[in-house]
């Protein structure tokens, strides 16, 4: 029976990993946590009678503590719960730096990562992939494009790797023009062509921000450069990533768009699980279409390649200032476009540590701190 410890269940990928668990046999739910949303934990706490939980917002806790009671132990603080959990495999599903701490207590810990928080990557990718090979850990992607990317590079050399082809939906404003992208409201960005996602993970996917992002996370998870990783617009979504190897081969994972997918391939790797998810019918899908990214209209793609040119810690400060830009869009208080301007008026002011220079966890943690309080300054005087 393989321990599962769940971060973010209450999320859209939580949620779905515990409809994979509940079709798949071998794995007991041994720990959840979440933010605020109480109602649906108890419920999963009745359901699956995890051992530990935790709730990271205070007030929430609170609420927590009497409503749960002797049902499980309750946590305040996921770095406290992991160092109890005696879990096999983490998944991560948490929004934003939030997941990196508690990924990397759980990489010393000895435990497996299932990784559905890209900002571990994003913000200290070179600590946690050494981490992980120092404590003998497996990191195995749950993003859909990475999950692909891991799945066609399987029974291949390595060294025979020429290029990664990372597709993108292209959100919801692939065909808009740029005059008319100033007009986008937040009921616009949040509506997915293809997916059903978080509100920020939506916002990302609508700016390209999230595609930036993983080419991030591909570049530490599979040690290749930025140089290559190519992004493809492709809408329908379909192709999930492709990799191509240098004698022209490319191999390429395609299914339904379904996070189901790919979270079960991550919890149950090298093994494959039966799903009841819709399969991919050929002679239903007539066409993919295969567009070049607007990197002037959308310049978070930029913005992303040169966070990493500069590196260091730099990639957390884009990080920091996209989450905060974003939270200021929700709230209406920023447009559209302010997004991509407010981060790179952000990267412009920040003094980052090079790769050339020794940096720590707490480095990345002091640059998202710096990252977020410079981009809410900001805002006021916007």
């Known amino acids: 029976m393989k321990k599962l410890a769940i971060l973010g269940s209450t999320g859209s990928i939580g949620t779905q990993a515990l409809d994979v668990v509940r079709s798949i046999e071998g794995y007991e739910i041994e720990t959840l946590s979440c933010d605020k949303n109480i109602s649906l934990l108890i419920r999963q706490v009745d359901e699956f009678n995890p051992k530990y939980v935790c709730v990271t917002d205070k007030d929430s806790y609170i609420d927590a503590k009497e409503a749960i009671g002797s049902k499980a132990k309750l946590f305040n603080n996921l770095e406290e719960l992991i160092e109890t959990s005696s879990a096999n495999l983490m998944l991560n599903s948490l929004v934003g730096s939030a997941g990196l701490k508690p990924t990397m207590s759980a990489i010393k810990k000895g435990m497996d990562i299932a990784l559905a928080n890209k900002e571990t990557l994003v913000c200290a990718g070179s600590l946690v992939m050494d981490a992980a090979c120092t404590n003998n850990v497996r990191i195995i992607p749950v993003d859909s494009e990475h999950s692909a990317i891991f799945q066609c590079l399987q029974g291949n050399d390595k060294q025979d790797l020429s290029k990664i082809h990372l597709t993108a939906s292209g959100g919801p404003f ?38 930036g992002l993983e080419m991030i996370e591909a570049k530490w998870l599979f040690d290749v450069s930025m140089d290559d990783i190519n992004v493809i617009i492709h809408p329908e979504s379909i192709i999930h990533s492709a990799v191509e190897y240098r004698d022209g081969s490319i191999l390429a994972q395609l299914g ?4 189901r997918g790919p979270i079960a391939y991550a919890l149950t790797y090298p093994s494959r699980a039966e799903l009841n998810v819709e399969k991919l ?28 040119r500069l590196g260091g810690t730099m990639p957390a400060v884009l990080n920091a200032a996209n989450e905060a830009a974003v939270d200021l869009f929700l709230s209406e208080k920023i447009r559209f476009l302010d997004i991509a301007m407010i981060i790179e008026k952000t990267m412009n002011a920040y003094t980052y540590k090079t790769n050339k220079t020794s940096y720590e966890l707490c480095d990345v943690i002091e640059a998202d701190i710096f990252g977020k309080e410079y981009v809410y300054e900001v805002s006021e005087c916007h």
């Open 174 to 211: 692939r065909t808009w023009e740029r005059e008319r992208l100033s007009t986008v409201t937040v009921t616009d960005a949040l509506k997915h062509p293809n997916w059903t996602m978080g509100k920020k993970i939506t916002i990302d996917s609508a700016t390209l921000m999230n595609k």
């Open 256 to 259: 339904t768009p379904d996070m």
């Open 281 to 308: 019918d050929f002679f239903t899908t007539s066409q993919l279409n295969f567009e070049k990214p607007r990197y002037n209209d959308f310049p978070a793609l930029d913005l992303c390649k040169e966070a990493m």
